[in-house]
């Protein structure tokens, strides 16, 4: 069984600080984990994805991620926050040779201020 | 390229009345996929398909049916439709199906069932 906790239902920060949002994941196996991002009206688009390489993940848009295995965590972060980021963030982990046994998180909303 | 593409936007139906989701995609990828998404939750999956002719449940199938004629169209269909089935209807679609494959995904079909 596989399950993924976002431990913030919202987040707000000033425009220009950094931006954490917080994701803790639970797996028998060794997960494939993702961070996609929704735009008010929008589909979601994916920022990253880990699958085993490195720990560090860079995405788009300034955004990265660390897989932590001993904290079963993989937080998304980005150093300056910008206006456009406002918007839903959804943590996703797979088990391994199956993308139809994706599991979401519930969402981040996060809001960026002026 | 239009990527993932749904149709209509946004419907409201009457307790009993059925519809047909509309999705397409142009990137030729072989699985698709349906998820809806409830409020405040993450989503989650109802049907999948890996290639024309072959579909499967997903976490939560019932009160719909889906059919996959072709590569490119994967229409979601609810029979009888129950206040229930209230939510945001996403397509997506990917070329593979392992837990590294990058889903795609299409706007969304907002959805009221009054």
């Known amino acids: 069984a596989q399950s993924v906790t976002q431990l913030d239902s919202h987040v707000s920060v000033s425009e220009g600080t950094p931006v954490l949002l917080r994701c803790n994941y639970s797996?028998?196996?060794?997960?494939?984990l993702f961070w996609y991002v929704q735009h008010p009206n929008k589909g979601l688009q994916l920022l990253l994805k880990?699958?085993?390489?490195?720990?560090l993940v860079k995405g788009i848009n300034g955004f990265e991620a660390e897989f932590k295995k001993s904290e079963t965590s993989f937080h998304l972060t980005k150093p300056s926050a910008h206006m456009s980021d406002a918007a839903e963030y959804f943590c996703v982990v797979t088990l391994f040779g199956s993308a139809r046994q994706l599991t979401f998180g519930s969402g981040t909303q996060l809001t960026v201020l002026p | 390229n239009a990527g993932v593409t749904q149709t209509p936007k946004f419907r409201i139906l009457k307790i009993g009345q059925s519809m047909t989701l509309q999705c397409a995609q142009d990137m030729n990828h072989n699985y698709m996929y349906w998820y809806r998404q409830d409020p405040g939750m993450g989503l989650k999956l109802i049907y999948y398909s890996v290639g024309a002719g072959i579909t499967d449940k997903g976490e939560v199938p019932n009160g719909y049916n889906v059919s996959r004629s072709t590569t490119e169209d994967f229409p979601l269909r609810l029979e009888l439709a129950a206040p229930s089935q209230t939510s945001v209807y996403f397509c997506?679609?990917?070329?593979?199906?392992?837990?590294?494959?990058?889903?795609?995904f299409g706007p969304g079909t907002r959805l009221l069932v009054l």
């Open positions: 997506a679609s990917s070329y593979g199906t392992s837990d590294q494959e990058t889903q795609y």
């Open positions: 797996s028998s196996y060794s997960p494939s």
């Open positions: 880990y699958t085993s390489a490195a720990t």
